[in-house]
């Protein structure tokens, strides 16, 4: 396996992030439970984006000394781009976050709990996938065309379903729950569990929980295909990854009051999904240059963003 990652590289990505996350936690348990203000989301958002520039400028900088600039150029470049699709990415997992504590009621107080479990958990996750996913396209490199297929009709499938509310009813895992747990009708504080008469309940911050975790996996399997059509070196694969999840907490408050505004936006992201995947399917056959594949999902991004802006959706008739 192929990586430009060594000990001093590794170390250095831990410390960045255990420090980076300490400092989240201490901070939000500094503030107490509480509803995240706009102002606030924004000033996280615009942290963890700057944190992401920065460790990349660090890296372009180390591999320019060690390695030279042709090397250090495409890093930087692979970085910045699995950055940015793992980053539009997570906005539609932030959709169907808020989707889900609306569904729930979840108390603004303890959505932030909600969100660091749903972080911590999508980071240990992605790692364990992403590490598999190199091991396996080391060995097995028609894989690569099984992801494409994987992307491509993932995209069609998010093109066609833009627009329409999923149906949390009808969610198979909510349903189990609902039929082998039993779930209190209220919440109380954090807990995730509360004895009632010698009797074990879960409170619907538990199902919530285990909600956003399926989600995490879901999306997980969405969005790490598609890092990998960019470079398939295990540390910018995790490291970008990373770092987009990093900012999931903020962007969800950045966005929760918004979501609407960007009701184009799934139709952007599934054609990026098309366009990776097409670009997977195609590798040995044609070699896009990596700003190509960054200007084209900045570009379709940005276009997504524009035209939602421009033309508002249209009022929902109750």
């Known amino acids: 396996m192929q990586t430009i990652g060594n000990i001093w590289l590794w170390s250095g990505f831990a ?27 924004l000033w996280w958002s615009v942290g963890w984006i700057a944190l992401a520039l920065v460790f990349n400028a660090g890296l372009w900088w180390y591999l320019h000394e060690t390695a030279g600039s042709v090397l250090a150029n495409r890093i930087g470049l692979e970085f910045l781009t699995g950055y940015l699709v793992e980053k539009s990415l997570a906005v539609d997992n932030i959709f169907v976050f808020l989707m889900v504590m609306t569904y729930f009621a979840v108390p603004e107080e303890q ?8 972080v911590l958990g999508a980071i240990v996750l992605r790692a364990i996938m992403i590490f598999a996913g190199a091991v396996l396209l080391t060995k097995f490199h028609w ?16 093109w066609f ?8 009813e009808a969610n198979p895992v909510l349903r189990w729950m609902r039929g082998h747990l039993r779930i209190s009708p209220q919440y109380d504080g954090n807990r995730l569990t509360v004895q009632k008469q010698g009797v074990r309940w879960f409170t619907p911050l538990f199902v919530v929980l285990i909600l956003i975790a399926v989600t995490d996996v879901i999306f997980a399997v969405d969005s790490i295909p598609a890092i990998f059509a960019i470079t398939t070196d295990p540390f910018i694969v995790l490291t970008s990854n990373v770092f987009a999840v990093l900012g999931l907490r903020a962007m969800f408050f950045l966005l929760a009051g918004m979501a609407d505004r960007f009701h ?3 139709y952007g992201l599934a054609v ?13 056959l044609v070699k896009l240059p990596v700003w190509v594949s960054l200007a084209a999902v900045a570009l379709i991004i940005g276009t997504t963003v524009v035209l939602s802006l421009v033309r508002p959706a249209k009022p929902k008739l109750s």
């Open 111 to 118: 959505r932030q709990r909600v969100l660091v479990i749903g």
């Open 143 to 158: 894989l690569l065309y099984v992801f494409g297929a994987f992307l491509l009709l993932t995209g069609i499938k998010m």
């Open 272 to 284: 990026v999904l098309v366009f990776i995947g097409v670009k997977m399917l195609a590798i040995d």
């Open 264 to 266: 184009l936006l799934p």
């Open 161 to 168: 379903s833009a627009g329409k509310e999923p149906d949390l």
């Open 15 to 41: 410390i960045v992030v255990i420090v980076a996350l300490l400092a989240d936690l201490v901070l939000m348990r500094h503030g107490g439970p509480h509803k995240v203000t706009f102002k606030e989301a």
